[in-house]
Every structure is written in C-alpha cells, then in structure tokens.
Nanobody, 129 residues
Framework: QVQLVESGGGLVQAGGSLRLSCAASGRAFSTYAAAWFRQAPGKEREFVAANDWSGTSTYYASYVADSVKGRFTISRDNAKNTVYLQMSSLKPEDTAVYYC??????????????????WGQGTQVTVSS
C-alpha cells in the first residue's frame, strides 16, 4: 500500500513560482509511475504531468501544452520517495487543488485519473492577479 501526501501549495501572485512535493510511503513507490492532476472549482480533474518510475521519461497534458509545457516541470527523487512539480510564471487560471497520483506500473501514457490507483489529499494553489 502506498500513501501520498502533497505539500507546497499556497497563495502566490501571478508570475510567481511554487514547488509542490508529493511524499510517498512504501518502498515500492520507487517503481511506480507518478503524476500530477489538478481540479479547479466547478471543473473536472485534469491531467497535468507524469513521469515513469525512474523519472527519465516525462510527459505533459497535450490540451494544456501551450500553457503548461515549459512552465511546469515534473521530477522525482526516489531516494526520498518524493515527486515534485515545479511551477513558474503562474497564472490565475492555474488556481486549483493539485493532486499527486501513482500507479504500480513503471510507466504509463494515460492521462485518465482512473488509471492511477493511489491519490494524495491535494494541496491548494491560488494565484492572484
């Protein structure tokens, strides 16, 4: 069983940066693919980014590529059982609860929340204009 705990959210002005962390329990996490999703009020949960178990393969949401790619970077440190989402040049539309997720597969290209078995409780990111 894997438990995920996000941290690093908060209130930031537009143009600012935040680094979200997702700390996982369980040694097996180092072999799991991981992802970040976000959910804004009144909207469905949407995929943001994911990486494979080693962190060497990453991919980002295609439908938000224009706004996310280049501003968001997913990475992981398996020695610390932690996945990160570095966010820069934040915009008010990035305001959402950000969730960390994981799947026992070493790699996945899925952007569907149902493909991920483990979820954190979420961390709020609020970007003011």
């Amino acid at each position: 069983q894997v438990q995920l705990v996000e941290s690093g959210g908060g209130l930031v002005q537009a143009g600012g940066s935040l680094r979200l962390s997702c700390a996982a329990s369980g040694r097996a996490f180092s072999t799991y693919a991981a992802a970040w999703f976000r959910q804004a009020p009144g909207k469905e949960r949407e995929f943001v980014a994911a990486n494979d178990w080693s962190g060497t393969s990453t991919y980002y949401a295609s439908y938000v590529a224009d706004s996310v790619k280049g501003r968001f970077t997913i990475s992981r440190d398996n020695a610390k059982n932690t996945v990160y989402l570095q966010m820069s040049s934040l915009k008010p539309e990035d305001t959402a609860v950000y969730y960390c997720a994981a799947t026992p597969f070493r790699s996945t290209r899925s952007r569907n929340p149902s493909a991920f078995d483990y979820w954190g409780q979420g961390t709020q990111v609020t970007v003011s204009s």
